[in-house]
């Protein structure tokens, strides 16, 4: 499991830095994540912060850039518009009131 997470990683961090010159992630607290007995074991199994590491290396030794975003609302804002829009985590779709935009929740934080 090990190798094939390590080789996944790896792809998908190659991925984004043949893909944009500017990579960003929001800059979440992986290590209190951690401490949440909810999210503890799929907040590792995803290996956040190993792609973050790998993507910065990449990124590097390519001339290309890794910035931090700060995470608070970046599921609420629209990316159309700009406005805050509240939404509980089981809310999967972004639907803007004031201008109609319409995506799912991760793309439009992205």
Known sequence: MTNLRE???NQVSRKLVDSADIIVFEDL????????????????????????????SKAERAG???????????????????????????????VCPVCGFKLDRDHNAA
Do not use: Y
């Open 7 to 9: 080789e996944f990683l």
């Open 29 to 56: 607290n992986i290590s209190d994540m951690l401490k949440n007995h909810n999210l503890a074991k799929h907040t590792q199994d995803v290996s956040w912060g190993k792609l973050i590491q790998l993507t910065q």
């Open 64 to 94: 290309k850039s890794v910035l931090f975003v700060d995470p608070r609302d970046t599921s609420q804002m629209c990316s159309c518009c700009g406005i805050l829009v509240a939404k509980d985590l089981s809310e999967r779709v972004h």
